[in-house]
């Protein structure tokens, strides 16, 4: 074991080091934990992440809202890693979200997902600061793998994502 500058107990095995080489720093069963933060409309979704998150051993969901306004005021108060924000808040609601996160908690990475997302949309989420694009019919691992790279700093789009599910059972001739 050894101690953070934040003096903070780390083991000599890491799960995931940000960027610039910041720790993750809570600790659960001697392994760096990622914290999660979800803003999501549907409570029945909402339930099912927690149950997802809790089911991975190097997630862990600091809090699950209803709110996007409440949302927000929490990652300040309480950073995570990432935060999964449900596009059914609103194409401007949640671009100002992220502009608002990228700005106050600069190392939390922002993810939006929902059941459909046009390519403009996704530009739009992207220009905002998003670093992670999902749509929710999307599968567990999908989610899970998603959120580890956000956390970690990297950018990650769901290959359906650009994809109309229309467009691609007729390919264009």
Known sequence: MSTTAAGVATSARRAVCRPGGREIALM????NKINIGVCETQPVTAEGLRV??????????????PNLM???????????HALLVDKGFGQQAVGLAI???NACVPGTGVVVWGNSMSESEALRLLQS???GLLRKTSDLATVTACLRNVAAGATWMDDCVFRDASRAEHPLR
């Not at 659960?28 to 392994?31: A, I, L, S, V, W």
């Not at 949302?71 to 995570?80: D, E, H, T």
């Open 28 to 31: 659960h069963h001697g392994m």
């Open 52 to 65: 997802l998150l809790a089911s991975q051993e190097e997630l862990t969901c600091r809090w699950i809202v």
């Open 70 to 80: 409440v949302g927000l005021q929490l990652a300040r108060q309480q950073p995570v």
């Open 99 to 101: 502009t608002e996160v």
């Open 129 to 131: 600061g998003a670093r």
